[in-house]
């Protein structure tokens, strides 16, 4: 269960996604991207130099456009998935690459497991996703320099009881067996097994899991995640409250489980922010796991003390299995809403529908009365597709034209589909990390090493993920998306078609903006 609630954080938080849980993956607002002439950069005679997107939502969206040039490499269009590009005269074998191949993994975790304990995770085909983009490189744009990827994968069960030496099975796999260079994921992977595909060997892991901001830093530039660390989840959050003056004035209480990481990541990030503003941390409780991951001891003696210190702010950092108890013993003890106004983060992938959904479903119609009006601070803007002004991004509609089209299961999915959303963002997801490795592959040279793979990924710069949220990756940087979003929980969900599906939601309120880096 414990990799149930890691896995589900991955695979919902990114990119995994695609959008937050199942939300969001498009944009708010007109299209975004079309392509154009000219922009930035100017030669000796003074004209514009490059190709460079255009978009229509203005502000941060557009000057992010602004500094990336798609003229420098076949895998940057937004109206192609990859443009034909000739062939290297003199391929020659390196510690990355044969001749004429390069081995990339896709490490998927069996996530369709997770519904024997009633996680569902609507998903689609991960494979076939990964399958499909890495052939279309293969068949219809030459492959990468005249190297075809040699697509493999590794799977790795999700209900193991010797679950992190399963993990570092599959890093061997990948690394030794294989000999692999990159790997991707869009299904969750934690544990160990992180720190030996990045730091124990020498492989380039694009991912939408979170690790801790030291493994990143370990990594040396190799952990290549969208999705924040989990520090800079919980430091997002308390930094932009803070810039924002919501909390002051207010009587705070932190609450979070005892599971290990989670403490040192809440005090690094949250309640460092929260204590550098100077704001009046009454009450930080640490509820009790066992070593499981229902976590439970000390609630009901930590709820005594929000009503006893008169709180009025709740940071209830817990897991998807622990957060509904929580809030109905609160329930349970009279606290109405809005009596304490909470806020999230995607820390335990609270800010996304599909585990915020579990509210009602493991904590009952009080629990989530309760919590209606939480909001959550985060880089994807979960819920966007539900407004009525929402057009589906130019790199999403690119994406799921390219699968649909092209897979061998039948699938297609459209993500301003309510009930489709999750699987294309799972669509998006994959063709994000598909063609980001085949960029780094390209602009790391004729005949890459892995540390020529290495310094392309270090300095790539600005790459498309779902939503086309402004994303980069540059030396010391140690996560991809450049935005946040104000996030309003909601239940009932407001305007659904399908109620019977979707009794809960989040929406987005205001615009988003850059994160303070």
Known sequence: MILALGLIAAACGDDGGGGSGGASTGTTGSSSGATATGATGTGASGAAKGVFATDPRGGIYDAFQKTFDRSKDPFSSLTEFCTSNPAAANRKATDAVSADSIVIVNLRTKLEQLEKIGFALPLGDNNEMYRTFFTYINEKCGGIRGRKIDYKIVEVNSQSTTLDADRRAACIAVTEDLKAPIAVNSTGFAGTGLQCLTIEHDTIFITSTSDTNQTTIDSKGRMTS???????????????????????????????????????????????????????????????????????????????????????????????????????????????????????????????????????DFGGAEAAALYNGTIAIDTTPTGDYRGTDFKKSEWNTMCEKVYSENNKVGEKFDLTIETENSQAGAVGSACTFARLAARIVYLAGENPTRADLLKAKENIGAVDSNAQIPATFKPGKLSGWDMLFTLKWNSPCPGTKTPDKVKTCFTVVGTGRAIAR
């Open 226 to 360: 969208i999705a924040p660390t989990l520090s800079e989840y919980t430091k997002n959050l308390g930094d932009d409250l803070v810039k924002q003056g919501t909390l002051t004035g207010k009587r705070i209480a932190v609450v979070y489980p005892d599971t290990p990481g989670y403490p040192e990541a809440i005090k690094e990030g949250l309640i460092a922010s929260l204590k550098k503003a100077g704001l009046n941390i009454v009450q930080e409780d640490v509820i009790g796991c066992k070593g499981g991951s229902s976590c439970g001891d000390g609630t009901p003696a930590s709820v005594d003390k929000l009503i006893s210190n008169k709180i009025d702010v709740l940071f209830p950092a817990l897991n998807v299995v622990s957060l509904p108890g929580y809030l109905k013993e609160m329930a349970t003890k009279g606290i109405k809403n809005g009596q304490i106004q909470m806020y999230q983060s995607n820390y335990n992938s609270q800010a996304g529908d599909l585990v915020s959904s579990k509210i009602v």
